[in-house]
């Protein structure tokens, strides 16, 4: 099955800092890629849509400028949690989609999901 | 709007017993729906999905799920349960646009030994 790496699996940062979390599709081409928010016991929240070489498509209630997303090519996108504070900690969840196949019946491939600490 | 319910948070089942895990959905059109599984602090995997065709599928680790038109249910089954089993499971559905997918709120899955 298709692979999604996210990393940094935990991360530990000062408020008013800067986080960046990275998600790659290792064995296939990942056309879109989604981000996800889950805080604990509750199920996963869309944050954005992450479309290659465009701009991100972003969920109603969810700040562009604080949440910053690139999906600079087929691989690779990457979300940046801009001057951090505290509310921001949380679990992040990467999940991307092929070129074909899965294109029409949605089937997902989820990253490990990133543990953000923010002090 | 396409939506999911898991009616149940959690669901208590001891090793050796058939479990159940219950998902009702609301779409328009054609369903395409959808389990997957969290064990903590990790990502989701994907269990098994349903888009046409058979109403009873086949998953991975043993599960499988029913789909029925007239409840408008996709409950999630595995006959005979084991500890590792314990995670949290999400029924999902696709979006009227294909690339979302909508998660129900999950049911917390504990199998005693």
């Known amino acids: 099955g298709a692979v999604v790496s996210q990393h940094p699996s935990r991360v530990i940062c000062k408020s008013g800092t800067s986080v960046k979390i990275e998600c790659r599709s290792l064995d296939f081409q990942a056309t879109t890629m989604f981000w996800y928010r889950q805080f604990p016991k509750q199920s996963l929240m869309l944050m954005a849509t992450s479309n290659e070489g465009s701009k991100a498509t972003y969920e109603q209630g969810v700040e562009k400028d604080k949440f910053l997303i690139n999906h600079a090519s087929l691989t690779l996108s990457t979300l940046t949690v801009t001057s951090a504070h505290p509310e921001d900690s949380s679990f992040y969840i990467c999940?991307?989609?092929?070129?074909?196949?899965?294109?029409?019946?949605?089937?997902?491939?989820f990253g490990e999901g990133s543990r953000l600490t923010v002090l | 709007a396409q939506s999911v319910a898991q009616p149940e948070d959690q669901v208590n089942v001891a090793e050796g017993n058939p479990l159940t895990v219950k998902c009702t959905y609301s779409?328009?059109?054609?369903?395409?729906l959808f389990w997957y599984v969290q064990y903590p602090n990790r990502g989701l995997q994907f269990l098994l999905k349903?888009?046409?065709?058979?109403?009873l599928v086949k998953g991975s680790y043993g599960f499988e799920a029913e789909f029925n038109k007239s409840q408008t249910s996709f409950h999630l089954k595995k006959p005979s349960a084991l500890v590792s089993d314990s995670a949290l499971y999400f029924c999902a559905v696709r979006g009227v646009a294909p690339s979302k997918i909508i998660f129900g709120s999950g049911t917390r899955l504990s199998i005693r030994p």
């Open positions: 779409v328009s059109g054609n369903p395409y």
């Open positions: 999940s991307a989609r092929g070129l074909a196949g899965d294109l029409n019946t949605g089937e997902l491939f």
């Open positions: 349903y888009i046409t065709g058979d109403n």
